[in-house]
């Protein structure tokens, strides 16, 4: 698809720039206002605009939002909250991310009658509304006594994730040649060794993917951290969110943008890191899905 | 011979029936585990909710089944209708406008582009963020005091006035735009690599034949994109029927409850309301309507593999 | 003493209507280098994959050495396999590869180290050991595929197309660095090929498979000068042979088939005696293009040869030879015409006809006529 445009400037290649400047721009834009706002005084931000330069840079905002906001009740800022998710973060996109490769092992080297039933299972899995598991979910929880812990988050993201991992080893494995696996079995070698020494070492881009995917679903998820955690046990999405629709006091823009700063840049960090990955997963997510 | 005879010593032949046993079943007990998880986190609470949605469930779960009575209920419920027509705009303007955007900034990001790697990491990082922090950043953007207006205003355009988060007849569409700047970019990497897989020679062939570079788009590219166009809507309909925080972060379901999606409806019936029959019957109708989407798209997904 | 026999091997693929092998029986002598060609689809992937134990056959048995390793594992079997696509590991160097199977089956390092280099030396790929697959081309490739076989010094060596992924030249080097092995090492060894060509110059002796059954089993020679019927006949030897349908005719002490030119020209060929029962009767005639040439006088001498003039429909000229076609009874024939007196296409050619060689066929059954 290259050599379709011969280069030079024409009007037509100016138009092409512009536009894609000024989506460029439209992207930035709240990005740049949450940053600009997140270093502003209250005051500032009403003599102000958005776009308009903090006349004082003042990390207040920030401070404020770690350690002394009012999430609610409380007003200990978001810090507790921010730990909250990366302990529920880190295990279950460990545990999903590991159950994925395994489960992509078999269902792509090891079938069996029933694996292809498995897989469409799964398949549709990735689909299903959430809403229709919320109400039982929340009943066995309490039932395992795991209600508002963090453990319980952890087994919620790892079911409901499992089947995107699962998807993206199994495509990444299948695409592997059979011969393989054959070839070994051949030379003596079993279920788990074929693994851990043929596939594993060849899998780190798809653990990549998977890793990263993971991480900001689970980073980013908001319905089940309403609805399975309160109080202590609760991430940064829900967090932030009460932050912000606290309508205590006056309003502190500024802070509620350091907030959001907060709880994206985990997220953010891990993209501009590793975005080759994130599209990657991004694309096998919903092409393949 | 001699190459085959002479076994180098030391060289043990394992074989235990036990292991082999072992080995067979190694496979199914790996995929156990999941098997069960998704089994019951998923086909087997789908039915619990299905069975839910039967009966006159309030704070807490009962088994009085009256019925169909909830779903009724659900037909009549002024919410509910809200929710629905709410999501139809919502979901048809986020979808229309995403795929739009999508395929214009991909067909002009595949004109070698200088930069073109770091144009694309900045239409799609807001797909890194959570709906929640991107719904927090628009409300303050559209902030009717302080927000857009104020900006406006002090760029010389007074009579500039953008009230739309705080208007009922308005609000649902402050919800469109955030949730395309957030999924656009994405829809936009989708096609892209679609168009970077397309064929180069039957461009060139096309050339040939003297055909202008948008009858190329037009005609032969973005046609032979159908699958990438569809598994876009699939993706983008999924987002939409789910999308919950963002309401939630925005306008949680106001002014009023002018801006409830069929989620946020389940879920304040559901969890805030102690309406757990009413609010499973929504998630079931949710879940029937992703259905109602999905069960073409692999039929043809499928198809089209076996005609492969 | 045979090495491997597959007795009356059966396999059917759980929901498939028919079976993909219908039982096999082939005995196989140690150190017999044995092909199993078959157009795609025949079943000879499948019959490779059941004697590694990659598969499990649903009748039958497989006995190597006096023993029945039908229900064995893989890795039990003593049996090595080199792949079309090679199955190198890629995140293993070579030496890594070679040494892999040695290895999991408990060899002190010492000896896997000597054993190693014992097999790079014969395959002469002791400068590559410590490369990754990535890096080497298709032959060297193709090479530490059969090291990592070799190494394991099994009883039975399965190769399954290994020739087919390289370029024709490589593939004519390959093929006869194969023999050499053979013949310097004298494994067992199995080799599936669609190329016909391949299954003749390599192989003690060649098994045919279409639709999962065993059209004929023996020597090169012997499927190619007498094959026992007309798939066999069509399939082995390249450009085929040619079908053309006659009837036997009594023609004073002798018996004939009468054949005619796209000119109307006709000639009596003679034909052999064991005809004699299919007399009025039609026969299919198979004749392989060297069996019709320039006229050849040493030839003269014999009664079974018979001359005339035929018009040249087409030429393909190959280098040492032409292969002209002609048409008689109104079937495409193939000649092979010496390419020191060309003959244009259209013009006449004076052609002998050797019917020493020729096979005949029942048409209705499709098998040869035994002499």
Redesign the interface.
């Not at chain 1, 439209?26 to 990005?31: A, D, K, T």
């Not at chain 1, 102000?48 to 308009?52: E, S």
């Given at each position: 698809?290259?050599?379709?445009?011969r280069?030079g400037f024409r009007p037509s290649?100016i138009a092409?720039?512009g536009?894609?400047l000024l989506?460029?721009l439209?992207?930035?834009?709240?990005?740049i206002?949450?940053l600009i706002?997140s270093f502003k005084t209250p005051m500032d931000?009403?003599s102000?605009?958005?776009?308009?330069m903090p006349t004082d840079w003042t990390t207040i905002g920030w401070t404020k939002a770690w350690s002394e906001a009012c999430t609610g009740v409380q007003c200990e800022g978001v810090k507790g909250y921010f730990w909250n998710s990366f302990k529920m973060t880190v295990p279950a996109v460990m545990i999903s991310t590991l159950?994925g490769a395994?489960?992509g092992?078999?269902?792509s080297k090891?079938k069996?009658?029933g694996?292809d039933l498995?897989f469409g299972?799964?398949?549709?899995?990735c689909?299903?509304?959430?809403?229709?598991?919320?109400?039982?979910?929340?009943?066995t929880l309490g039932k395992l006594g795991m209600a508002n812990t963090t453990a319980g988050l952890v087994l919620v993201h790892?079911?409901?994730g499992?089947?995107f991992t699962?998807l993206f080893f199994r495509n990444y494995y299948v695409a592997i040649?059979d011969?393989?696996v054959?070839?070994?079995?051949?030379?003596?070698?079993?279920?788990?060794?074929i693994f851990f020494?043929?596939l594993l070492?060849?899998s780190t881009p798809i653990f990549m993917v998977s890793l990263i995917w993971q991480f900001?679903q689970i980073?980013?998820?908001?319905?089940f951290g309403?609805?399975f955690a309160s109080g202590d046990s609760q991430p940064i999405?829900v967090a932030?969110?009460n932050l912000?629709?606290t309508s205590t006091g006056v309003k502190e823009?500024n802070v509620?943008?350091a907030?959001?700063m907060i709880?994206?840049l985990p997220?953010?960090v891990?993209?501009?890191v590793a975005?080759k990955y994130?599209?990657r997963g991004?694309?096998a997510g919903?092409?393949k899905? | 011979m001699e190459h085959t005879q002479r076994r180098p010593a030391g060289v043990a032949r394992a074989s235990s029936g036990l292991m082999d046993g072992l080995q067979r079943w190694l496979p199914k007990l790996v995929v156990a585990p999941t098997f069960l998880l998704v089994g019951i986190g998923i086909y087997g609470y789908m039915l619990w909710t299905g069975v839910l949605s039967f009966t006159n469930s309030s704070f807490l779960p009962s088994y009085n089944f009256v019925g169909l009575e909830q779903y009724a209920k659900l037909m009549e419920s002024e919410r509910w209708i809200v929710a629905s027509w709410n999501l139809a705009i919502f979901g048809g303007l986020f979808i229309g406008i995403c795929l739009l955007i999508g395929v214009v900034l991909a067909i002009f990001l595949d004109q070698r582009i200088r930069q073109e790697g770091a144009i694309r990491t900045i239409y799609l990082y807001p797909m890194a963020l959570s709906m929640i922090v991107t719904g927090t950043v628009w409300r303050w953007i559209l902030n009717p005091r302080l927000g857009l207006e104020k900006l406006m205003h002090d760029w010389g355009w007074t009579s500039f006035s953008f009230d739309w988060l705080v208007n009922s007849d308005f609000a649902i569409y402050t919800i469109v735009m955030a949730a395309v700047w957030q999924a656009s970019g994405f829809v936009m990497a989708l096609f892209l690599a679609g168009l970077r897989g397309v064929d180069s020679s039957i461009i060139r062939a096309a050339r040939v034949d003297g055909a202008s570079l948008p009858v190329i788009y037009w005609k032969i590219i973005l046609p032979s994109l159908r699958p990438v166009f569809f598994s876009s809507v699939m993706v983008l309909a999924h987002i939409a029927i789910k999308s919950f925080d963002l309401v939630m972060a925005m306008t949680a379901g106001g002014p009023g409850y002018s801006t409830d999606l069929p989620a946020v409806f389940m879920y304040a019936h559901t969890f805030t309301r102690g309406q757990m029959g009413l609010g499973s019957a929504s998630a079931m109708l949710m879940l029937g309507a992703i259905l109602a989407l999905l069960v073409p798209y692999l039929y043809s997904e499928l198809r089209e593999k076996r005609h492969d | 003493m045979s090495q491997l026999e597959l007795r009356d091997i059966r396999k059917t693929y759980p929901g498939a209507l028919d079976e993909t092998l219908k039982g096999i029986n082939i005995d196989i002598a140690s150190g017999e280098f044995l092909t199993l060609v078959g157009p795609s689809g025949c079943g000879k992937s499948t019959l490779m994959n059941s004697i590694a134990g990659l598969e499990s056959i649903t009748g039958g048995s497989i006995v190597v050495e006096g023993k029945d390793i039908s229900t064995m594992e893989p890795k039990d079997r003593d049996i090595a396999m080199v792949f079309q696509s090679y199955a190198l590991y890629p995140t293993m160097s070579v030496r890594e590869n070679i040494a892999f199977g040695l290895k999991i089956r408990g060899m002190p390092k010492d000896e896997i180290q000597q054993e190693v280099e014992r097999v790079a030396d014969l395959l002469q790929i002791s400068a590559l050991l410590d490369k990754k697959p990535a890096r080497l081309s298709g032959g060297q490739q193709q090479r530490v595929a059969m090291g990592r076989a070799l190494a394991r010094r099994p009883k039975i060596y399965l190769f399954d197309e290994p020739l087919s992924n390289l370029d024709a030249k490589l593939r004519v080097e390959m093929r006869t660095e194969i023999k050499k092995l053979h013949q310097r090492l004298k494994t067992t060894i199995v080799y599936v090929t669609h190329d016909q060509i391949e299954a003749m110059t390599l192989a003690d002796r060649i098994a045919v498979l279409k639709d999962g059954e065993l059209q004929q089993l023996g020597t090169p020679k012997e499927v190619y000068d007498t094959p026992e019927n007309l798939f066999v006949a069509g399939f082995m030897g390249s450009p085929s042979m040619s079908f053309i349908n006659v009837t036997v005719e009594q023609a004073g002490p002798g018996l004939v088939v009468n054949i005619e030119g796209s000119d109307g020209r006709k000639l009596a060929l003679p034909v052999p005696d064991y005809l004699q029962g299919w007399a009025g009767k039609q026969v299919v005639l198979g004749i392989r293009p060297e069996h019709i040439s320039q006229p050849d006088e040493q030839k003269r001498d014999s009664q079974m040869v018979a001359e005339s003039r035929f018009t040249v429909e087409v030429t393909e000229p190959t280098g040492p030879d032409i292969l002209a076609v002609i048409r008689l009874n109104n079937v495409d024939v193939q000649c092979r015409l010496d390419a020191e007196h060309p003959v244009n296409w259209g013009e006449e050619a004076e052609l002998m006809f050797d019917m020493r060689k020729v096979v005949f066929f029942d048409p209705d059954s499709e098998k040869r006529i035994r002499p």
């Open positions: 698809m290259t050599d379709m445009v280069t290649r092409i720039y536009v894609l989506a460029c439209v992207y930035l834009i709240p990005l206002v949450m706002t931000i009403r102000g605009n958005l776009l308009a159950l395994f489960n092992y078999v269902l090891w069996f009658k694996s498995l299972m799964l398949l549709f899995g689909f299903v509304p959430f809403q229709v598991v919320l109400l039982p979910m929340a009943a790892v079911i409901y499992v089947a699962t040649p011969a393989l054959k070839a070994a079995r051949l030379d003596g070698a079993g279920f788990f060794t020494r043929i070492p060849m900001t980073w980013n998820d908001f319905l309403v609805v999405t932030l969110n912000v629709n823009y509620d943008m907030a959001a709880a994206a997220t953010l891990v993209y501009i975005g994130f599209i991004l694309t919903s092409v899905g | - | -």
